[in-house]
């Protein structure tokens, strides 16, 4: 079982810095044996892959969207994942989702992840 919590949400004006966490809480198998992604919906459309980070950090994926604005990271002593985001802009406003798995290649940003957090909310004001 994978418990997933994201934090540090909130609402900020365009231009603005915010930076998500999501505790990771894993039984049977360490943090570092999950790929992990970030993803976003926003109301009335899909969910969409935002980034994603391998198993030891090492090598990181983004959306185009995001790519020079938002970096991933992860510390896989304190089994959290981090998702810094700069120069929001008002179509950043999403709900936003950490996900794990620990099967298939890594890092992705395709949905196709085990497990997933409930969501923080991040709004960009114009």
């Known amino acids: 079982q994978v418990l997933l919590v994201e934090s540090g949400g909130g609402s900020v004006q365009a231009g603005g810095s915010l930076r998500l966490s999501c505790a990771v809480s894993?039984?049977?198998?360490?943090?570092?044996?999950?790929?992990m992604g970030w993803f976003r919906q926003a109301p009335g459309k899909g969910r969409e892959g935002v980034a994603g980070?391998?198993?030891?950090?090492?090598?990181?994926n983004y959306a185009d969207s995001v790519k020079g604005r938002f970096a991933i990271s992860r510390d896989n002593a304190k089994n959290t994942l981090y998702l810094e985001m700069n120069s929001l802009k008002p179509e950043d406003t999403a709900m936003y989702y950490c996900?794990?798995?620990?099967?298939?290649?890594?890092?992705?940003?395709?949905?196709?992840?085990?497990?997933w957090g409930q969501g923080t909310q991040v709004t960009v004001s114009s």
């Open positions: 894993a039984s049977g198998y360490t943090y570092s044996s999950y790929c």
């Open positions: 980070v391998s198993r030891d950090g090492g090598s990181t």
């Open positions: 996900a794990a798995d620990r099967v298939d290649y890594c890092p992705r940003l395709t949905s196709d992840f085990q497990y």
